[in-house]
């Protein structure tokens, strides 16, 4: 028996060469898909980045190009009025003569007799794809060239939907431009603030302590109102960018702080200051890489409360100025009740700035389980 057991082969499990020289990107990667929240928020983090960079083809058409003001969403049908399969089609709008009872405007219904063949990769309004390209192809619209509108129009008669994917590439990047300046003034300023301490952190943090007890929404209001109406439209978003900017790097820099006052004190950082490594190398080359995933899981949870901090601004006419496009600016028009009660698609950018949101939470939520390793 003791002769079987020396003979006795230990066979441990076979772990792929790949495998063990796995980079941390790697390893981020193989946890994230592991998590289907992670995995739909990041599709649709995905899917909104290209819908704001392809805002012009996917466009049905030009989103300053007026018609009937408030004309309700025309919906794609596959049958005729009497029942028959058909290619998809719409119907377009026509005003009636009749008056509705209660707003008194004109009733608008479809007018079956001239329908409008849909087709995909259609010639329509001519734009500028990236600002250099010519063309005149768009994702989905009318086979003859003329204008379906999906989502309706608003009071100018613009379309709806066309708005909505060129507001997508203003919010966003009023968002990530934002949380950049954001993240890495306040990381910055919070990992040296924690490693040096002392007198240069606490002067540190009294003037983080100023900033955070600003009221915030007061304040916007205050500064944006300083810049005079005919100033150019860069200059407002420049200045709304840098105000938002100054405002939020506060909070990163506190949380990023006290994540440096635990890991000044590990025995790896106290190694490379026996050894004699320069502060600038022990703050970016040992306690940046460790305070990343708290960095990046703060970064996605930022960039939705942005976009709301935008919808918002927009909607009372401090954030971007026309002719200019976002979905807080869209938001104007429902200003009113008797409004969102009449015409309720205008409010359809409330959906993508919901969807947004809910796409970079889910994302960072399943970022936090794949970058943490414990």
Known sequence: MSLEIQNAVIVKPAISDARQH?????LVWRRLKRSWTGMI???????????????EFLAPMDPKATGVGFAPPQAIHITDRD????????????????LDPITFQPVIGPDYDNPQVLGLFVKGDPYYLFGLIPAERHLIGAVDGSHVHFLGTDKFGRDVLSRIFYGARISLMIALIVVSIVTVVGTTVGMVS????????????????????????????????LIPVTAPTHVFLGFVILVMSGLGWAQMSREVRGKTLALARIDYVRAAIA???????IIFQHILPNVLSHVIVSV?????????????????????KPPLISWGLMLQDTAT??????YPWILSPVAFVLLTVFAFNALGDGLRDAVDPY
Do not use: H
């Open 41 to 55: 928020g990041l599709v649709m983090v995905c899917a909104l980045l290209l819908m704001a960079l392809f805002a």
């Open 337 to 342: 009740y008797s409004v969102i009660g009449s």
């Open 194 to 225: 924690g490693y040096f301490g002392g007198r240069f952190d606490a002067w540190t943090q009294r003037v983080v302590e100023l900033i955070l007890a600003f009221p915030q929404l007061p304040f916007y209001l205050a500064l944006t109102s």
């Open 22 to 26: 796995e980079s941390y990107g790697a």
């Open 275 to 281: 050894v004699g490594a320069t502060d600038r190398r």
């Open 300 to 320: 996605t949870l930022a960039i939705p409360s942005v976009v709301l901090l935008e919808s918002f601004l927009g909607f009372l006419g401090f954030a971007v």
């Open 83 to 98: 029942g028959n399969l058909v290619s998809p089609r719409s119907y377009p709008l026509a005003d009636g003569q009749e």
